[in-house]
T-cell receptor, first 113, second 114 residues
Framework: AQSVTQLGSHVSVSEGALVLLRCNYS??????LFWYVQYPNQGLQLLLK??????LVKGINGFETEFKKSETSFHLTKPSAHMSDAAEYFC???????????FGKGTLLTVNP | DAGITQSPRHKVTETGTPVTLRCHQT?????MYWYRQDPGHGLRLIHY???????DKGEVSDGYSVSRSKTEDFLLTLESATSSQTSVYFC?????????????FGNGTRLTVT
């Protein structure tokens, strides 16, 4: 079984500031990890996915994540926030032969001018 | 964008009535999923399909049934709609190529049960 926990349902940053969205996972097998973004009234779009063996993964729109197995973390970062980054972000995990994807509860990112 | 079409996009229905939501894909992907999205709960899996006529339950399957008679179509039915099923429903598809292949989502169906 696998699960993810997103820390903080709402994060607010200033434009140009660092974005850090936290996600911890639990999995009994080597996990496959994903981050998705959802803009208002739209479906979810893939930001990035973790590939086994990598520690730093780069995604679209300048986002990246560092996989830390010892901390079971998969936090999402971006060095400088843009107004267009305002959205809800979800981390997700699947594991082993299980094709089901389990999502966190989401973090709403607000970017202030 | 992945070729996923959900219909209808919006629906208002009354308690006790049956409702069917449709998901149509043009990608020929093997796996299809139905999730519901509610504030504070994120996305929760209702049912999924791993091939024609092959389906399985997710974590919130009570009150829902699904059918997949063709690769491209995955139907979600609420047998007797309740107010607790007011939600946004998302269909997703996934290529069976590898375990780390991502899900691709449709734009959702907003269902209101009055």
């Amino acid at each position: 079984a696998q699960s993810v926990t997103q820390l903080g349902s709402h994060v607010s940053v200033s434009e140009g500031a660092l974005v850090l969205l936290r996600c911890n996972y639990s999995s009994s097998v080597p996990p496959y990890l994903f981050w998705y973004v959802q803009y208002p009234n739209q479906g979810l779009q893939l930001l990035l996915k973790y590939t086994t063996g990598a520690t730093l993964v780069k995604g679209i729109n300048g986002f990246e994540t560092e996989f830390k197995k010892s901390e079971t973390s998969f936090h999402l970062t971006k060095p400088s926030a843009h107004m267009s980054d305002a959205a809800e972000y979800f981390c997700a995990v699947s594991g082993g032969s299980n094709y089901k994807l389990t999502f966190g509860k989401g973090t709403l990112l607000t970017v202030n001018p | 964008d992945a070729g996923i079409t959900q219909s209808p996009r919006h629906k208002v229905t009354e308690t006790g009535t049956p409702v069917t939501l449709r998901c149509h894909q043009t990608e020929n992907h093997r796996y299809m999923y139905w999730y519901r999205q509610d504030p504070g709960h994120g996305l929760r899996l209702i049912h999924y399909s791993y091939g024609v006529k092959d389906t399985d339950k997710g974590e919130v399957s009570d009150g829902y049934s699904v059918s997949r008679s063709k690769t491209e179509d995955f139907l979600l039915t609420l047998e007797s709609a309740t107010s607790s099923q007011t939600s946004v429903y998302f269909c997703a598809i996934r290529d069976a190529g590898s375990y780390n292949s991502p899900l691709h989502f449709g734009n959702g169906t907003r269902l209101t049960v009055t």
